[in-house]
């Protein structure tokens, strides 16, 4: 991937598609989306596709290599323009619903590691926003994520008609990926309750592919839209290729408890765990002590050394050691 591997600004075009399809191909399978090639017998792989008269779902055959003209379709979708605009001035809205067409909706790989979140603004308050104060409040959300909760997306895209973004987390057990949902979806939620979140599941129904025109890239770790899709394809394979951004459960739930107590009410303990929640429900007092955290057998529930990474998030933070 000789472009990719440059900081040169690399132009999207088809020509670039054609020669770095294969990474393409990485970035998807790497996301979560069930790109298979090949399936049982019983088997068939369910698509939504955008056509001419809206999102249309059918099941593909098992026809090696369709999947992929599907996929090449909706990347080069970008491209698309109506001759018959003949230089007329087109609303950006028009122009997204125009280039919606053959953008590609798969579910999720039954062994992916990825959370995705599709987050809706669609309520009018977010329309009136310019897009850089519509980007600006998406980032704050971000921010209260990480502030709360220690997770730190590893991709990320924002609709340029201000109707949403795409999140995707990574999280180090698959098996907490509802629950880790529900801290995340809490944690946006009390920041603000017009905010809509839906939560990829497997075999559910299907969600666009990234890189459509009306979702831009945004930077995680430069915390800025980029326009430049080798760019924002080139930083996304990279932090994929890291372990920092990996969410354990018990140590998003151990910084929450830490940082904002106040989240963590039994109801809300009882809807991610049930009534048997190894937490203790110890609150924060008004004067902003804190009680002990005890550690017991049930904390280190997952493994991985657990606890000592609650322990040194909370050091790292100024808290001392009892």
């Not at 669609?122 to 997770?151: A, D, M, R």
């Not at 459960?249 to 910084?255: C, D, E, H, I």
Request: glycine share 6%; with cysteine.
């Amino acid at each position: 991937m000789s472009e990719i591997g440059t900081n040169n600004i690399v132009k999207y075009s088809k020509k670039y598609i054609s020669g770095n399809f294969s990474y393409f191909i990485e970035l998807l399978y790497r996301l979560g989306f069930d790109i298979r090639k090949e399936f049982e017998n019983s088997e068939k792989k369910r698509i939504t596709y955008f056509s001419k008269e809206g999102y249309k779902t059918f099941f593909l055959n098992n026809r090696r290599n369709q999947i992929f003209g599907f996929i090449s379709n909706h990347f080069l979708s970008r491209f698309r323009i109506d001759e018959g605009w003949n230089g007329k001035k087109i609303s950006q809205w028009d122009l997204a619903e125009f280039r919606k067409y053959k953008n590609l909706a798969l579910s999720e790989h039954p062994n992916s590691d990825i959370l995705y979140i599709d987050l809706d603004t669609h309520n009018p308050v977010y329309s009136s926003l310019s897009f850089t104060s519509y980007v600006q409040f998406i980032q704050s959300l971000l921010n209260e994520v990480e502030l709360n909760l220690g997770c730190v997306p590893v991709f990320c895209e924002i609709s340029r008609v201000k109707r949403g973004v795409h999140i995707y987390f990574r999280t180090q057990d698959t098996r907490d990926k509802d629950k880790i949902f529900l801290l995340i979806e809490g944690v946006l939620k009390n920041s603000d309750n017009r905010i809509k979140l839906e939560l990829r599941k497997e075999q559910g129904k299907g969600y666009r592919l990234p890189f459509a025109w009306d979702y831009l890239p945004y930077s995680i770790e430069r915390k800025t839209i980029v326009r430049s899709i080798p760019m924002a394809l080139k930083e996304t394979l990279r932090i994929l290729d890291s372990k920092l951004y990996k969410i354990n459960y018990n140590t998003a739930t151990g910084v929450l408890y830490q940082n904002n107590a106040e989240l963590l009410s039994e109801s809300f303990i009882s809807k991610i765990e049930g009534s048997g929640s190894i937490w203790k429900k110890e609150r924060l007092n008004k004067e902003g002590e804190s009680n002990s955290f005890q550690i017991t057998e049930g904390n280190r529930v997952g493994g991985e050394k657990t606890i000592f990474k609650v322990l040194n998030y909370c050091l790292s933070q100024g808290m001392d050691y009892e």
